[in-house]
């Protein structure tokens, strides 16, 4: 076990539909990363948040929006689904508080989202 | 755009048996990180080699690293039918503040 949740874990949707993953990182954890995995696009790294800030973005789409809150956990927003945002996304995280960041990412268990 | 890519794409060995599976990535790093992901779960940290290291070891696990040539190993040593799973190296730019960049892995099927 991580210590990061991801809910839900399955979510099937319809073109179109607009849909909300939450992550709960590890506790003490200050960064979250979200992440997609496609067959054909393998892992593709969206975007990252520290201490409710974003530190970088990746390959996330205008449609795609990510926020961190206050007490840490996030939420992956994908709007206007087409059928090739079926995949499966992660969220890690990493940075612990006073401690030293040794690089590692903890991965939570993924949502898979299937757009019909 | 995938920053390190894994060779082979999939290996099928003999439980017992050794799996090696190599990395490569085209820009300088601050370190280099190997995953495991079992089918359809979240991705393990198995192992993570500094840019000014050249060889790891944890349990059954080495991982070496040549930064002249941009490449990275991991070896399974007696293997066992539980490996089996994908394996991702993946890498982080200098600064940290990117994410990690995965390949696309190795997928690694041990045959009792």
């Known amino acids: 076990d991580s210590g990061v949740t991801q809910t839900p874990k399955h979510l099937i949707t319809a073109t179109g539909q607009r849909v909300t993953l939450r992550c709960s990182p590890r506790?003490?954890?200050?960064?979250v990363y979200w992440y997609q995995q496609s067959l054909d696009q393998g892992l593709q790294f969206l975007i990252q948040?520290?201490?409710?800030?974003?530190?970088a973005k990746g390959n996330i789409l205008e449609r795609f929006s990510a926020q961190q809150f206050p007490d840490l956990h996030s939420e992956l927003n994908l709007s206007s689904l087409e059928l090739g945002d079926s995949a499966l996304y992660f969220c890690?995280?990493?940075?612990?508080?006073?401690?030293?960041?040794?690089?590692?990412?903890?991965f939570g268990e993924g949502s898979r989202l299937t757009v019909l | 755009s995938q920053q390190g890519e894994e060779d082979p794409q999939a290996l099928s060995i003999q439980e017992g048996e050794n799996a090696t599976m190599n990395c490569s990535y085209k820009t300088s790093i601050n370190n280099l990180q190997w995953y495991r992901q079992n089918s359809g779960r979240g991705l393990v940290h198995l192992i993570l080699i500094r840019s000014n290291e050249r060889e790891k070891h944890s349990g059954r696990l080495r991982v070496t690293l040549d930064t002249s040539k941009k490449s990275s190993s991991l070896l399974i040593t007696a293997s066992r039918a539980a490996d089996t799973a994908s394996y991702f190296c993946?890498?982080?730019?200098?600064?940290?503040?990117?994410?990690?960049?995965f390949g696309k892995g190795t997928h690694l099927i041990i045959q009792p």
């Open positions: 890690a995280s990493s940075g612990q508080l006073g401690g030293s960041n040794t690089g590692e990412l903890f």
């Open positions: 948040y520290y201490n409710g800030e974003e530190r």
């Open positions: 506790s003490g954890d200050l960064s």
């Open positions: 993946a890498t982080r730019r200098g600064g940290g503040a990117d994410g990690l960049t």
